[in-house]
């Protein structure tokens, strides 16, 4: 499974509005298939799987992230080739929560008599998956707030600005996270102090994020350097966007901040890393909308200067505290990430 999460990696970022899934086929205690999900409208990950195995897959035993579908979607049923090809034993990570699959695929495999395992590593898996998750049971992609701050818990700067803060890992890693993300959000005040390009860069086979900015009054200048045909502008429903337009941005216009998160999922948006400055990061924040945390911390002083969040004080019994928290040295810096909404 642990290979098989591996290869649903390879897809992240590139198959909304479907799940990033793998799949490893195993037979007398070798490989003989494994395949991923590269994105939608293509084949699932069994099917590259059963391809590449061929006759191999008889008797075999495959490994799949997610349960294998028993619909008829825009690719046939997998649970049918799986079937067809002799596989004689199913492990899952995880149930598909899409209402024409939930648990039927599992159903369909086990009334044909093949032995079916469900729950292996099913936590890495979830949360692998999260974006595909939040956006069919919640019409809104799966939001991630990552910010980099000093040990006194300041952000130095903005946007690109955040460079100076942490090292050239944490940099990477925040490079690794616009790969896998399917967008990648700013305020407008950030467009205007720092003009970041929101773009991938140094990871090899990468793939930009789409660029969202939240601008409710189209103050984004045309010769901004995240504006490019594709990227979201998010306004209030009655500003004047036509400029944005002619200038190839997708308008989404919403009177509040779920109701634009809704219009991004209708965009078949499935994740978004928040990455631009501490005045949108704390709108979500205040209504509930940040799912997960990736900070990035410094081993250095400030003194002085920006907290990533300045909403309103609660009492410490009110703190939102973080689930499943996880650390991770990055050179000279620490990453924390932990979630705060279920997936
Ligand atoms: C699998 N293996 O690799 C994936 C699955 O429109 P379709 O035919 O591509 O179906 C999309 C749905 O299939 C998606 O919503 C999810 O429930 C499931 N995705 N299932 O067995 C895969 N990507
Ligand atoms: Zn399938």
């Given amino acids: ?29 070798a490989v003989v298939g494994r395949g991923f999900h590269p994105a939608a409208g293509e084949p699932h990950a069994e099917v590259f799987a059963l391809r ?9 035993a495959a490994y799949v992230t997610l349960e294998p579908c028993s619909h008829l979607g825009r690719t046939p049923p997998c649970v049918a080739a799986l079937i067809a090809a002799g596989v004689s034993r199913v492990v899952v990570a995880a149930l598909d929560p899409n209402p024409r699959v ?8 086990r009334a044909a008599g093949t032995e079916v395992v469900v729950g292996v590593r099913e936590a890495e898996a979830v949360r692998q998956q999260a974006g595909f998750r939040a956006l069919i049971t919640r019409g809104r992609p799966w939001v991630v ?4 701050v000093t040990l006194d818990g300041k952000v130095a700067a903005r946007g690109e600005g955040n460079g100076a803060v942490t090292a050239a890992g944490a940099r990477a890693r925040v490079m690794r996270w616009r790969n896998e ?42 010769s901004a350097r995240a504006l490019r045909p594709g990227t979201v ?41 928040l990455e631009g400055g501490p005045t949108l990061a704390s709108a979500f924040f205040a209504e509930g909308l940040v799912d ?26 009110d703190a ?17 990430t932990g979630l705060l909404n279920d997936i």
């Fill in 320 to 336: 939102a505290a973080l689930r499943a928290v996880q650390l991770e040295s990055l050179g000279p810096d620490v990453l924390v």
């Fill in 52 to 60: 590449e195995a061929g006759e191999q897959a008889r008797g075999a």
């Fill in 102 to 109: 939930a648990g039927r695929g599992v159903g369909r495999l």
């Fill in 181 to 222: 993300l399917d967008a990648v959000a700013v305020g407008v005040g950030t467009v205007l102090a720092d003009d970041p390009r929101l773009t991938t860069r140094g990871v090899a086979g990468g793939r930009d994020p789409r660029p969202v900015i939240f601008d409710r009054r189209a103050r984004t200048p045309l």
């Fill in 145 to 148: 707030y990552k910010y980099a």
């Fill in 292 to 317: 997960e945390v990736r900070a990035l911390i410094a081993p250095k002083l400030l003194g002085a200067g920006l907290a990533p969040l300045n909403g309103p004080p609660r009492g410490m019994a």
């Fill in 1 to 29: 499974m642990a290979l098989a999460l591996e290869e649903a990696a390879r897809g992240l970022g590139r198959t909304a509005p479907n799940p990033p899934v793998g799949c490893v086929l195993v037979r007398g205690g």
């Fill in 233 to 273: 502008v998010v306004t209030a429903p009655d500003t004047d966007t036509a400029p944005l337009e002619d200038a190839g941005a997708t308008i989404v216009r919403a009177a509040t901040l779920p109701g634009a998160l809704r219009g991004l999922g209708q965009l078949h948006l499935s994740s978004l890393l």
